[in-house]
């Protein structure tokens, strides 16, 4: 997400909260770091009416777990 790190983090953030995607995980190539995006919760300042609430940066060293991980997601349909 080098080149499209803004956008995503600005546009496409606030559009996975509303949907109701409970997290999201951003590469931030130029920091070296993960941002993981947890806590979806309505804000009227943000254009999609929605945002995160919970922003962590996790550096080299650290350890993250998702929350879900959906195995039909995963899979090929049949």
Do not use: T
């Not at 940066?57 to 899979?75: H, K, T, Y």
Request: charged share 25%.
């Amino acid at each position: 997400a080098e080149s499209s790190l803004a956008y995503d983090r600005d546009r496409k953030g606030p559009l996975y909260a509303a949907a109701g995607i409970q997290e999201y995980w951003l590469v931030n190539l130029p920091e070296r770091c993960l941002e993981v995006y947890r806590q979806c919760m309505p804000d009227a300042a943000s254009f999609s009416g929605w945002r995160y609430q919970d922003r962590q940066r996790l550096r080299e060293g650290d350890q993250v777990a998702p929350l879900v991980i959906a195995v039909d997601a995963l899979l090929p349909s049949r």
